[in-house]
């Protein structure tokens, strides 16, 4: 776990907890979003690339529309855990 995992900073402060608990809640509703606003393709955690892997997992198949529904939903996360990492990262809360 000390190489290729998201490091998860500890704040000094109490507002600065209560402000990362904020991007929290929205990553927890991330599976709310309809849209798609980054590409998912591009996003690697802890080295692959999961809507690559869940594609690669399912070929030769046909997909259900409950499948592409759940795919999207994979998108969705992804996409807004990328913008949510990049507010923390421009936020300076924690360095």
Same mark, same amino acid.
């Given at each position: 776990?000390?190489?290729?995992?998201?490091?998860?900073?500890?704040?000094?402060?109490?507002?600065?907890?209560?402000?990362?608990?904020?991007?929290?809640?929205?990553?927890?509703?991330?599976?709310?979003?309809?849209?798609?606003?980054?590409?998912?393709?591009?996003? $690697?955690?802890?080295?692959?690339?999961?809507?690559?892997?869940?594609?690669?997992?399912?070929?030769?198949?046909?997909? /259900?529309?409950? &499948?592409?529904?759940?795919?999207?939903?994979?998108?969705?996360?992804? /996409?807004?855990?990328?913008?949510?990492?990049?507010?923390?990262? &421009? /936020? &300076?809360? $924690?360095?």
């Amino acid at each position: 776990m000390k190489i290729g995992f998201l490091r998860i900073p500890y704040p000094e402060y109490a507002d600065e907890f209560c402000r990362l608990a904020g991007y929290g809640e929205k990553l927890r509703h991330l599976y709310l979003l309809e849209g798609i606003e980054a590409d998912p393709e591009l996003a $690697v955690f802890c080295g692959y690339q999961p809507t690559q892997k869940w594609l690669k997992d399912r070929k030769g198949r046909i997909l /259900s529309t409950s &499948n592409i529904y759940h795919y999207r939903k994979i998108i969705a996360a992804l /996409s807004g855990t990328i913008a949510i990492q990049k507010e923390i990262d &421009n /936020s &300076n809360i $924690v360095q």
